[in-house]
C-alpha cells in the first residue's frame, strides 16, 4: 500500500505558480449538462479570447457531464464531435452521466432507472422520440428502446472520452482523486464519481486538480484545486478556466455579461 500513496516530496505546484509548458494555451469548460445554447455561445468567447491573445497551440478540454438535465443533449455532442472534427486539438473526459449513458444505451435495465433518475429523461426526449411514446413506455421497454434510439455514432464518440488529462502542473478530471493514491493509480470510478473525500482534503495534490461535477454559484479556488461547475443547466453561467503559462483567466456565460 505505501508503494501507492502519493510522496509529498515530488514536484507538486501550489496554485500561485502552477503552469502549462510554453507555447500552450487550454481551456477548459465546466459541466454542460444539456446546455448547446450555453456551449456555443461559450465557445464564442472561447475563440474571440483566443484570437486577442496572439498565437498558441490552443487546446479544449471538456470536463464531462455534456448530457442529461438540459433540453439539447444530443445537440451537445453534435456539437463536441464537430468541434472535435474540425480543430483537432479537442479532448473530452468521460463524467459519472456519460458511463450511466453508455450502460443505458446498452439496453441495460438497471441503468436505464438510473439513468432516468439522474436527469437522463432530457436527453432522451432530446432524441427522435415524442414525451407520448416516452410516457408510454415502462422501464423495461424503454431499456429495450435505447439502443435503436441512440445513433451509433454518438455511442462510439462517448465511448473514447477519457479518464484524466495531465498538462504541465495541472491534472484535469471530471470529479476529483482519491487523495493519497498516484494519478496513474487512480481509479475511473473515483475520477468520475467521488466528492466530500476529494473536497475536504488539505494536503497537496501531485498536481493541481481542474474538476467539474460540484456545482458552486462561482468558481473554487483552493491551494491543491480549482472546480469550475457552475450548474449552468439552471443558472445560464457555463464556465471555462483559461491556462497559459503562469496564467490562468476565466470566461462564462453569466447574462450579466
Same mark, same amino acid.
Given at each position: 500500500?505505501?508503494?501507492?500513496? *502519493?510522496?509529498?516530496?515530488?514536484?507538486?505546484?501550489?496554485?500561485?505558480?502552477?503552469?502549462?509548458?510554453?507555447?500552450?494555451?487550454?481551456?477548459?469548460?465546466?459541466?454542460?449538462?444539456?446546455?448547446?445554447?450555453?456551449?456555443?455561445?461559450?465557445?464564442?468567447?472561447?475563440?474571440?479570447?483566443?484570437?486577442?491573445?496572439?498565437?498558441?497551440?490552443?487546446?479544449?478540454?471538456?470536463?464531462?457531464?455534456?448530457?442529461?438535465? &438540459?433540453?439539447?443533449?444530443? &445537440?451537445? %455532442?453534435?456539437?463536441?464531435?464537430?468541434?472535435?472534427?474540425?480543430?483537432?486539438?479537442?479532448? *473530452?473526459?468521460?463524467?459519472?452521466?456519460?458511463?450511466?449513458?453508455?450502460?443505458?444505451?446498452?439496453?441495460?435495465?438497471?441503468?436505464?432507472?438510473?439513468?432516468?433518475?439522474?436527469?437522463?429523461?432530457?436527453?432522451?426526449?432530446?432524441?427522435?422520440?415524442? %414525451?407520448?411514446?416516452?410516457?408510454?413506455?415502462?422501464?423495461?421497454?424503454?431499456?429495450?428502446?435505447?439502443?435503436?434510439?441512440?445513433?451509433?455514432?454518438?455511442?462510439? *464518440?462517448?465511448?473514447?472520452?477519457?479518464?484524466?488529462?495531465?498538462?504541465?502542473?495541472?491534472?484535469?478530471?471530471?470529479? &476529483?482523486?482519491?487523495?493519497?493514491?498516484?494519478?496513474?493509480?487512480?481509479?475511473?470510478?473515483?475520477?468520475?464519481?467521488?466528492?466530500?473525500? *476529494?473536497?475536504?482534503?488539505?494536503?497537496?495534490?501531485?498536481?493541481?486538480?481542474?474538476?467539474?461535477?460540484?456545482?458552486?454559484?462561482?468558481?473554487?479556488?483552493?491551494?491543491?484545486?480549482?472546480?469550475?461547475?457552475?450548474?449552468?443547466?439552471?443558472?445560464?453561467?457555463?464556465?471555462?478556466?483559461?491556462?497559459?503559462?503562469?496564467?490562468?483567466?476565466?470566461?462564462?456565460?453569466?447574462?450579466?455579461?
Amino acid at each position: 500500500m505505501l508503494s501507492r500513496l *502519493f510522496k509529498k516530496k515530488s514536484a507538486a505546484q501550489p496554485l500561485d505558480i502552477a503552469r502549462v509548458p510554453e507555447g500552450r494555451r487550454i481551456y477548459a469548460i465546466g459541466d454542460i449538462h444539456g446546455r448547446n445554447d450555453l456551449l456555443l455561445k461559450l465557445i464564442e468567447k472561447i475563440d474571440a479570447d483566443d484570437q486577442q491573445r496572439g498565437k498558441a497551440a490552443t487546446e479544449i478540454i471538456f470536463l464531462g457531464d455534456l448530457i442529461d438535465r &438540459g433540453p439539447d443533449s444530443a &445537440g451537445v %455532442i453534435e456539437t463536441a464531435m464537430k468541434l472535435k472534427q474540425e480543430r483537432g486539438h479537442v479532448r *473530452f473526459l468521460m463524467g459519472n452521466h456519460e458511463e450511466v449513458y453508455l450502460a443505458a444505451a446498452a439496453g441495460s435495465e438497471k441503468a436505464t432507472r438510473f439513468f432516468n433518475r439522474i436527469g437522463g429523461k432530457e436527453t432522451i426526449l432530446s432524441y427522435e422520440i415524442s %414525451i407520448r411514446e416516452y410516457m408510454d413506455l415502462d422501464n423495461n421497454a424503454l431499456a429495450e428502446r435505447l439502443p435503436d434510439l441512440i445513433p451509433s455514432h454518438h455511442i462510439e *464518440f462517448v465511448k473514447n472520452f477519457e479518464n484524466q488529462i495531465v498538462i504541465g502542473d495541472y491534472a484535469f478530471v471530471h470529479a &476529483g482523486i482519491r487523495p493519497g493514491i498516484a494519478l496513474e493509480e487512480q481509479k475511473p470510478k473515483d475520477l468520475r464519481w467521488i466528492r466530500e473525500e *476529494f473536497l475536504s482534503a488539505k494536503d497537496p495534490h501531485e498536481k493541481v486538480i481542474v474538476y467539474g461535477h460540484t456545482i458552486n454559484d462561482d468558481v473554487i479556488e483552493k491551494g491543491n484545486r480549482i472546480g469550475i461547475d457552475t450548474g449552468a443547466y439552471y443558472t445560464e453561467k457555463l464556465t471555462a478556466l483559461a491556462l497559459e503559462g503562469e496564467q490562468r483567466w476565466y470566461l462564462d456565460t453569466a447574462l450579466s455579461q
